[in-house]
């Protein structure tokens, strides 16, 4: 019985050497909740209910009307203001509608982000019938199988933390803190989001960041006030610190563009630390872009009875 207690123990021991060795199969995970909840979510849009579902998709008659209302929910960690988030109805053909107010809508009120004490987000409930409700123009055989789009867009912001970033005027001492490894960070809640950060230096006293950012969301993102552009995704940023860093992405200050999805920028000191600097502290980025994305929803159009 002794024997066969020594021998589970060992096993065990074993298997703890080889978990500490091994460190798990993948990157070690640096991101810390900190101030943000995180995750990958920005503004959603969604459909109010068109009318009855029959047979898994909104049905009404040609006699009948309908009502088009957009639910905006803010699912990030950023409050858009009044007119940031932007709706288009696209699908159908304008003329065979009647009682489409606009095929433009924008929010009306601030839309608050997620938070401890408002866990969901804000809402705002959009309408392109708020008048009266539409009605469908064109004639119907049978039935008609419609397909209604809403393409939005809205200005947003990503906030990124980077903590414990180690400030050494002499990269060779070997105290407080290391200069060459992956730091913690933390990052709010977007579309846009970080996927790494790393320091390393770039000379005596030159402290270097490298900060991955990928679009984890289903849309496309230009920077604010530009157009978007099919070929990737783009955005601004800025670096908040009392020393002066100079960061660039692809050669570009302060802009980077995502090719397939993701970047690198690399921010460095402008100006080498005193070789006596001994010190850690946090840094901050704030990313501004416009994001775009686009939903659908079906609905049938059955001739009525005469």
Known sequence: MVRKSIVIISILAFSLFLASCS???????TTSPGAFFGGSEGIEVTFEPLSIMEEGMYTIYDTE??????????????SVESGDVRLELLGPAQADFSNIASWTKSNAETIEEISEFNPDGDEEVISFTPNSYATYN??????????????FDYDYKTYLIVN???????SSDDRVCEVSEGKTYSVSGAPISITSVEQDTGGKGIMLLKIGISNLGTGDATIVGE?????????????????EWNCKSGGRENEARMVDGTAEIICQLSEALNEDDLYTK?????????????????LRVKESAE
């Not at 009307?65 to 950023?78: A, Q, R, Y």
């Not at 414990?164 to 002499?170: A, E, S």
Request: net charge negative.
């Open 23 to 29: 460190g798990g199969s993948g990157e070690a995970d």
């Open 65 to 78: 009307d309908f009502p088009l209302e957009m639910i905006v929910s803010n699912k990030g960690e950023h």
């Open 138 to 151: 064109a004639d119907i055989i049978g039935y008609q199988d419609i397909t209604w789009f809403v393409d």
């Open 164 to 170: 414990d970033i180690c400030f050494k005027g002499d």
């Open 227 to 243: 157009d978007f552009d099919d070929r990737f995704s783009q955005v601004a940023y800025t670096i908040e610190d009392s020393l």
């Open 282 to 298: 946090s840094v901050s980025l704030t990313f501004d872009y416009t994001y775009r994305d686009i939903v659908s929803e079906n």
